[in-house]
Every structure is written in C-alpha cells, then in structure tokens.
C-alpha cells in the first residue's frame, strides 16, 4: 500500500528537525558530567537524552498525527481516483466519510464519521494535555 510510505515521506523531513533542534537544545555539560560519572551510553540516552527531548517531541507527534488525520488528498488521489492500481477498497475513514457524503449521498451517515474524527482528535488533544500537566 502506498498511503502509509507517502505519508512517511511527508512527516519525516518534520520529525527530523525538529529532534535536530531538540538534540542541540540538550546542554553539553550533562553528557560530560554523566561521562565522568562512568555512564555508558545507554544510560546518557535513558537519563538524560530522552527526559530532555520529551517536552519537544511530544507536540510534533501529536501535531503529525492531526496531519496524519487530515491527509485526505493523498489517500484519494493514490488509491480512489479513476485508473488507481490498488481500486477502491482501500478506505481510511476521511475517505470513508466522504464516499457515504458525496458519492452515496448519505450525508448523516458522513457527519456522524465526521464527528468520531472530531471526537477522536479531541482525545488526543486532552491525554497529551493531561500528560504535559502530570510531568510538571
């Protein structure tokens, strides 16, 4: 399937600044005291890399998984468009919602999908949320 890898492609250039900048924001002074302390690398990474960069990764996966969700263009012209190798039973549910909206014509049916993507991001929004306020 093609969907998933191009939407690799698309999020990947992001994720990769954004952990470029969280690594450089990572003050050089803890990895030099936790080698003079005799920790390995594993534990660098478990201790000091990985509580460092968890305030910045965090919204940049959460800000992917909205633009995972809104992504219907690509899924539609890959995959629904008239002469698509893979034909038309590949569904994520944006496209699902919007065959029941406009090609069935069953525009509450699309709606109530509508709604549980809403309710679903919304959820995503509030654990992370909830999340951010327990670490603090």
């Given at each position: 399937?093609?969907?998933?890898?191009?939407?690799?492609?698309?999020?990947?250039?992001?994720?990769?600044?954004?952990?470029?900048?969280?690594?450089?924001?990572?003050?050089?002074?803890?990895?030099?005291?936790?080698?003079?302390?005799?920790?390995?690398?594993?534990?660098?990474?478990?201790?000091?890399?990985?509580?460092?960069?968890?305030?910045?990764?965090?919204?940049?996966?959460?800000?992917?998984?909205?633009?995972?969700?809104?992504?219907?263009?690509?899924?539609?012209?890959?995959?629904?468009?008239?002469?698509?190798?893979?034909?038309a039973h590949v569904h994520t549910i944006l496209?699902?919602?919007?065959?029941?909206?406009?090609?069935?014509?069953?525009?509450?049916?699309?709606?109530?999908?509508?709604?549980?993507?809403?309710?679903?991001?919304?959820?995503?929004?509030?654990?992370?949320?909830?999340?951010?306020?327990?670490?603090?």
């Amino acid at each position: 399937m093609l969907a998933p890898s191009v939407n690799l492609w698309l999020a990947l250039p992001f994720m990769i600044m954004i952990m470029d900048g969280a690594m450089q924001s990572i003050d050089k002074s803890y990895f030099e005291s936790a080698l003079l302390d005799g920790a390995g690398w594993v534990q660098r990474t478990r201790y000091i890399t990985v509580p460092a960069i968890r305030p910045i990764i965090a919204p940049a996966v959460i800000i992917t998984i909205f633009t995972t969700f809104k992504q219907f263009d690509v899924i539609y012209l890959l995959t629904q468009q008239a002469g698509a190798k893979t034909g038309a039973h590949v569904h994520t549910i944006l496209t699902y919602a919007y065959e029941n909206a406009f090609i069935s014509n069953n525009y509450g049916y699309s709606s109530a999908i509508s709604i549980i993507i809403f309710v679903l991001l919304i959820a995503f929004s509030a654990r992370y949320r909830l999340q951010e306020e327990g670490s603090r």
